[in-house]
């Protein structure tokens, strides 16, 4: 990307505008006061409560804050995109003076588009399936009357869409959306928001759907689209690194209120309220020293010893590990190589190289991560070892007994060894079944105990993820994110096994949540002796967790080594790339 | 798209002739001797027996019974009726009424069934969409021919606006009234099928960003909603055909018409296998057009659909 030496510059070059010369400007957009409410059967719920804010001309404003605390429906009332029976129900938000919650729909509809663009979150759902391309960008174009005449309408929305980063848009515009990829989508998106030259643009977590390397490239030519057209940005975003990267001014939010706003820097640097002060602690940074406490559970647990305060079944367990054939690998995987047969119309079919000539280690009680863009392979590896898919070539062991053959009773063996924890915690419970029955279920499936012996076992499990024993009543839509994947596990480990494989296991959680998770799976790998093979994108998670990484790209793996040595020495260009990408990697946050 | 569709039409032959042959096979394994059948309460002497047994091939196993049937049926030969009318003609006479009767009826379930089911999405909770969801529920609840002779009554005879019975050419005119009652369960399922789809669609993330790039209220509802709206209606209504050709019995009965299920209830009624099984065939070709017919217009809407096969 060209534009990235230039990007270099927007980010070491934070902040021109601060408060001081920002009194001499207009303010773009003033929201004084905003409340928001949903109406519900039990009444009204407030979703925003007396939110107050001030965005200049030309400049970045990010709102900062975890799912849940309003910053999405501050920015949806702005221009009246508010979902359902949301309605505002005080305060004002000026825009060049005007109040727009006073605004008739007709002149609402005006404004939109037009002065202030608006680029979605997930770059999956946000383009019409049944549309072509060009058709969505031509609508936008055609609406706010930004070209006349058919031609000039399709001139426009070329340009548009080069702009946005789509260089071969003029042969594309007849595609459809399912045939972009994600990044390629949210360019669209980005190019359909910025197409009319709005005064404002709101970009609503408009990379959080998509992998660490392309959410810089994004947000770098965001940025730089913005800055040339002196556009002024609302950025919302959960990641704080990735806001104080981005933006000059934070507004950090919490249960629908304002709690800390000002400077970025200033804010990551010296957070005062309890809530960012917590955000910034969890926050998972490259630079943080937090992470160097904690990567070490090893260095504790020799004092620990030293001092003889651990309980000694744990000492003996310790030990024993230690002692019995410690160099042996609990999982071996050897040249592991995985082909897909993709269907092509027709009797033809085409080869996909999902996993290439794989080969890694996993000693007992130890974490592996596997590092890899989506598409790499990673979650594919996770599928051969967890025996979910066939393997087309090389051998996988697990406690020296190759998997590959396993059938019936054999393969239930393995699989009371072998548990997943998957990404989405929404999806992986069963709606209709309520907790206690989720974390049986397993025990059910294996036949393992009486009714009264798996009823105490669940209580113990949900005693170890470190939830009420009364939840076992509950069913998942009354959890939050955070409980549910905590369940995810308790059900995992049901089964006293060996190993957990962690598919993406924290992904889609808030920061303070996946620290939460992180620290519970810690625990558990030291009081159960666990062995994790922790699979994700996120190079920072893996900091805090992990032994041992192997980095995956197109299938290979392109480096393997301890964590410490990939973070501080990767060799690969693909990770420097990877750690690089990180948002706020390099940041030094107040602690 | 022309490679689909021909792999499409290839996937007919086996289904044409699975449906045939298992038909025949019912229709000829049933109980009851087709020539005493033929003959009534007269008794033929052996020799005709034997004789007639070898012209209709009665003598050989039922898959060979079959081919020769089927060899009859595409040159044309569709048989005869019991009364010696051959099948051939009673087929020309009962499927242009029914033909009429159920284009009839989809016209006006898909039509009316998508307007109010549209206008009853987008005003969900109000009045409008309550009083579609009870009138829907009483017309999938009350049994057609209750609707029937209720709407015979009300408009052939009280008000006197239709005709009370169909005559024999059953020209358009006369078929509204059946077709209102033969749409009318259908109807309802259309309502609320698009009804559910539109409230979704409405909520749906990119109907929130086209409204945010500025568009008009009746664009984003008729580009974004409506079109994403009708893929499921449109494979109800696919399916729906096939069922408004053969399953008219009810209504034909009702309006006195010549149709399709009248005859093919009485040809079963009367064991008359040459006409039950060739109503059957052009019936299972009739369906699986239809659901071709789905097919491509799925892939018409829904572009997806289109790349994925």
Redesign the interface.
């Known amino acids: 990307m060209t534009q990235i030496a230039n990007d270099d510059v927007f980010q070491t070059l934070p902040a021109s505008p601060t408060t001081t010369d920002s009194a001499s400007r207009q303010p773009l957009l003033q929201i004084r006061d905003l409340e928001v409410g949903f109406q519900t059967q039990h009444g009204l719920v407030p979703a925003v409560r007396g939110v107050s804010l001030t965005l200049y001309e030309g400049q970045t404003l990010a709102i900062v804050g975890e799912s849940g605390s309003g910053k999405t429906t501050t920015a949806q009332a702005i221009?009246n995109?508010l979902?359902?029976t949301g309605k505002v129900t005080a305060g004002e938000i000026l825009f060049e003076g005007r109040d727009l919650t006073k605004l008739s729909?007709k002149e609402i509809?005006?404004?939109?588009?037009?002065l202030i663009?608006?680029v979605?979150?997930?770059p999956m759902?946000?383009?019409?399936?049944?549309?072509?391309i060009g058709y969505q960008v031509e609508?936008?174009i055609k609406?706010?009357n930004v070209a006349q005449g058919k031609r000039e309408v399709r001139k426009r929305t070329i340009e548009v869409l080069q702009e946005a980063g789509l260089s071969d848009a003029a042969d594309r515009l007849k595609q459809?959306p399912?045939?972009f990829s994600g990044g390629m989508r949210q360019r669209v998106?980005i190019g359909?928001?910025l197409s009319?030259r709005p005064r404002l643009l709101i970009a609503d977590e408009p990379t959080s759907a998509l992998d660490v390397t392309v959410q810089r490239q994004i947000l770098d030519h965001l940025g730089t689209l913005t800055r040339d057209y002196g556009t002024s940005v609302l950025f919302i975003t959960h990641d704080l690194g990735l806001a104080a990267e981005r933006a000059e001014q934070l507004v950090v939010m919490y249960k629908g209120k304002v709690v800390e706003s000002g400077p970025s820097r200033e804010i990551l640097a010296n957070p005062r309220h309890p809530y960012t002060q917590r955000l910034v602690a969890a926050a998972p940074s490259l630079a943080s020293r937090r992470i160097q406490a904690k990567k070490n559970p090893q260095a504790d647990a020799e004092k620990i010893y030293s001092e003889g305060s651990l309980d000694t079944g744990l000492i003996a367990r310790a030990t024993k590990r230690e002692n019995a054939a410690p160099d042996r690998d609990l999982i071996s995987v050897q040249g592991v190589t995985k082909v897909y047969r993709i269907r092509k119309?027709?009797f033809r079919s085409d080869e996909l190289l999902a996993v290439n000539d794989v080969s890694f280690g996993v000693k007992k009680g130890t974490t592996t991560a596997i590092v890899g863009e989506s598409g790499s392979g990673k979650s594919t590896v996770a599928k051969l070892i967890l025996q979910l898919e066939g393997i087309t070539k090389g051998r996988i062991e697990f406690d020296g007994q190759d998997v590959a053959g396993l059938k019936g009773a054999e393969l239930l063996k393995f699989r009371r060894r072998v548990q997943p924890v998957f990404q989405d915690p929404y999806g992986s419970l069963d709606p209709q079944y309520n907790v206690g029955n989720t974390i049986a279920e397993p025990l059910l499936a294996h036949k393992v105990g009486t009714a009264r012996e798996r009823q105490a076992r669940v209580l113990e499990l949900l005693d170890q993820v470190s939830l009420p024993s009364s939840t076992r009543f509950r069913y998942p839509s009354e959890l939050s994110g955070g409980q549910r994947q905590r369940i995810a596990v308790a059900r995992a480990l049901a089964l006293k096994p060996d190993v957990l494989v962690l598919d993406e296991a924290v992904s889609a959680l808030d920061v303070l949540v996946q620290g939460q998770i992180l620290n519970l799976l810690t625990e558990l790998q030291a009081e159960l002796d666990l062995t994790y093979l922790f699979i994700t994108h996120d190079l920072a998670v893996v900091r805090l967790v992990a032994d041992n990484v192997c980095v995956m790209k197109k299938g290979q793996i392109v480096e393997a080594a301890t964590t410490d040595e990939v973070f501080d020495n990767p060799r690969e260009l693909y990770t420097q790339e990877l750690l690089s990408a990180i948002p706020g990697g390099n940041f030094e946050f107040g602690r | 798209m022309l490679?689909?569709t021909g792999?499409r039409l290839l996937q007919m032959i086996p289904v044409f002739f699975g449906a045939t042959f298992l038909i025949y096979f019912m229709v000829f394994s049933l109980p009851g001797d087709p020539i005493a059948a033929l003959y009534g309460d007269r008794t033929p002497s052996p020799g005709v027996i034997a004789q007639i047994r070898a012209q209709y091939y009665l003598d050989q196993p039922l898959l060979v019974q079959y081919f020769h049937y089927m060899v009859g049926f595409f040159q044309g030969d569709l048989g005869t009726t019991y009364s010696g009318r051959p099948v051939s003609e009673v087929m020309a006479s009962a499927f242009p009424v029914t033909a009429r009767l159920a284009m009839l009826a989809l016209i006006f379930e898909a039509f009316a069934g998508v307007l109010v089911g549209l206008i009853a999405g987008l005003r969900k909770g109000k009045l409008f969409d309550a009083s579609a969801l009870v009138v829907s529920l009483l017309l999938i609840s009350v049994p057609t021919f209750v609707i029937g002779f209720v709407l015979q009554f009300v408009f052939g005879v009280q008000l006197g606006w239709a005709r009370t019975t169909v005559s024999g050419e059953a020209p358009l005119n006369e078929l509204i009234l059946p077709a209102l009652v033969l749409a009318s369960v259908s109807f309802a399922y259309i309502v609320r099928l698009t009804r559910a789809s539109v409230s979704d669609n409405l909520?749906?993330?990119?109907?929130?960003?086209?409204?945010?790039?500025?568009?008009?209220?009746p664009?984003v509802v008729t580009?974004?909603v409506l079109?994403?709206s009708l893929v499921p209606v449109v494979t109800f209504l696919g399916v729906d055909l096939g069922s408004l050709m053969v399953g008219a019995i009810v209504t034909e009965g009702i309006f006195n018409i010549n149709g399709v299920g009248g005859t093919v209830y009485k040809a079963i009624k009367l064991g008359e296998g040459p006409t039950v099984v060739s109503f059957i065939a052009v019936m299972v070709v009739i369906f699986v057009l239809a659901n071709l017919l789905v097919d491509l217009l799925y892939a018409a809407?829904?572009?997806?659909i289109r790349?994925a096969?």
Do not use: C, M
């Not at chain 1, 759902?125 to 072509?132: E, I, K």
């Not at chain 2, 909520?203 to 209220?217: E, I, M, P, W, Y």
């Open positions: 221009i995109l979902a359902g729909a509809q005006d404004v939109r588009g037009r663009g608006y979605p979150q997930d759902s946000n383009l019409n399936p049944v549309w072509n609508e936008a609406a706010n459809y399912h045939q998106l359909i928001g009319a119309g027709g | 490679w689909y792999k909520n749906a993330d990119f109907v929130r960003t086209a409204t945010a790039k500025g568009l008009s209220r664009r580009v974004h079109r994403n809407l829904d572009p997806r790349y096969k």
